[in-house]
């Protein structure tokens, strides 16, 4: 039987029982390595678990459940205060879990956080005692309007202006539901990106807090323009499509994405695997251009995210004081030393490479596509485990849309396969994440005071990195959207 993992968190099931209940709960930290706390049996879970097992039963989201999700509280939008049980907490300050801790969550803010808080009057309550919470997960580098492509770009010729803001509405709801409760968007066609967040913002429909670029911002041929193609097929493109020559061309090219909506810059320092006619080690905007869009941008209180794989488009982007390097195939030990000097943050996409590293080996790539993908692929992993090893400041990102949306959390498994201690993996997606943001003091840690997006997992992700891909439990803004794997009615 094909289980959806994110729905079925299994391993509650196979877990020993608790010897007795909550009062078995070390009350002190316990190390990262030890095994933090028995894997305790939520009813609720069991009961969706029972009924997808039983033969012949309704698909997991069918009629049943909902009835059963429908007769308890379940998931939703409580009037209130919510307190969360949780059996363990990573609250992305350090690398040690907390056991035995409760959340007190009210105005969608998070309230009281401890082992002996009280639980206020009229409380929502939620059992996440098999549980550990950590801070809702962030991805820095996302394309939630765009779903898997095959390299030759025919999607232009094919899809209406509007098709992208409907995949960005399906992929918005997957998002979140895998525990991403923010995302990074590194641009995206015709501001269907700028629309979906809005959306999102006003309670149209389920997804992500989005922060998004707009159009990326490059040279004419770049690969945040249009290559490829035979000049009639296309308008010429200009300022308005994020194509600039110059750094006059470059003020315009960001003041035009932040009037329509752009909550930070994205640029192209180089070429890209998946662009045709393009090699990916030049750099393509000059170091001036890229110095006056840092410059302006941050004018405006915004920040830039730099793609960017050869060494000589990452330098430039480095110096200019770009916030971030995503893909970063090409480092070395000097570029590394500079990053960290300047709290430049690396933003790997690992995911992205093997994707198309996979996609190049199955013979589904377009020809030029798969040839740069095995060159860059195997110097990416090499350049990523260096930087791991030198302490170059990492956040989480994935390139998600490149490959299937929801499936985000793959990435944690890469980051420690390359040396990242699953610690550090998790801050990478929650305090690093908000850090990069500059968003730090709203977002990225369970402490009082932030904004209460919450997630959890059926088991210690110290000990199995992997269960970061079984998130059964999400909370963004102080609504619950998924509870024992059940998303909100509204969510399904
Ligand atoms: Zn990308």
Not at 213 to 231: F, V
């Amino acid at each position: 039987m094909p289980w959806p993992t994110q729905i079925l968190p299994l391993r509650t099931l196979l877990a020993p029982a608790p010897a007795a209940g909550h009062g078995s709960f070390p009350r002190a930290l316990v190390p990262a390595g030890s095994r933090a706390f028995p894997g305790a049996l939520v009813p609720c879970a069991l009961v969706v678990v029972l009924l997808a097992v039983l033969p012949g039963a309704p698909g997991l989201l069918a009629g049943p459940l909902s009835a059963q999700a429908t007769a308890s509280p379940g998931p939703g939008d409580p009037d209130g205060p919510v307190v969360l049980h949780a059996g363990a907490l990573f609250d992305g300050t350090g690398d040690e879990l907390a056991t035995h801790v409760r959340i007190v969550v009210e105005d969608g803010r998070i309230t009281a956080v401890g082992t002996d808080v009280e639980v206020p009057a009229g409380a929502h309550e939620v059992d996440l005692s098999g549980w550990t919470v950590l801070p809702g997960l962030m991805d820095m580098h996302t394309h939630i309007t765009s779903d898997p492509a095959d390299g030759y770009g025919e999607s232009r010729f094919r899809d209406f202006p509007g098709t992208a803001a409907l995949i960005g509405a399906k992929n918005a709801r997957l998002t979140l539901l895998a525990g991403f409760t923010t995302v990074r968007n590194a641009g995206a066609s015709e501001y269907a990106d700028v629309a979906l967040r809005d959306a999102i913002n006003a309670g149209m429909l389920p997804g992500p807090r989005i922060l998004t670029a707009g159009k990326g911002l490059g040279i004419t041929g770049g690969h945040c323009d249009q290559t490829g193609y035979r000049p009639d097929l296309f308008p010429e493109t200009g300022v308005e499509d994020g194509v600039f020559n110059g750094t006059d061309e470059v003020k315009a090219a960001v003041r035009h994405q932040i009037k329509y909506g752009a909550d930070l810059i994205k640029t192209c320092a180089t070429a890209g695997v998946l662009s045709a006619g393009t090699e990916i080690g030049p750099a393509q905007p000059t170091p001036a251009e890229l110095e006056t869009m840092v410059e302006v941008a941050a004018m405006l209180d915004r920040r830039v995210m730099a793609h960017a794989h050869g060494i000589e488009g990452i330098r430039n982007a480095v110096r200019a004081g770009v916030a971030s390097i995503d893909h970063g195939a090409v480092l070395d030990e000097e570029i590394m030393e500079e990053m960290i000097q300047r709290g430049t943050y690396l933003v790997p996409t690992m995911m992205a490479f093997e994707y198309v590293w996979d996609a190049a080996e199955a013979g589904t790539l377009a020809p030029w596509s798969a040839e740069k993908a095995r060159e860059i692929t195997p110097i990416a992993r090499e350049s990523h485990r260096a930087a791991i090893a030198a302490g170059v400041p990492m956040a989480f990102g994935t390139d998600a849309g490149v490959f299937p949306h929801g499936t985000n959390a793959d990435e944690f498994r890469l980051l420690v396969e390359a040396g990242m201690s699953p610690a550090r993996a998790l801050r990478s997606a929650t305090l690093e994440a908000a850090r990069l943001l500059g968003m730090e003091d709203e977002l990225g840690t369970v402490e009082v005071g932030r904004i209460a997006d919450l997630v959890a997992v059926p088991g210690n992700p110290l000990e199995d990195i992997e269960l970061m891909k079984e998130v059964g439990f999400v909370m963004k803004d102080g609504r619950i959207w998924l509870e024992d794997g059940v998303p909100a009615p509204d969510a399904r």
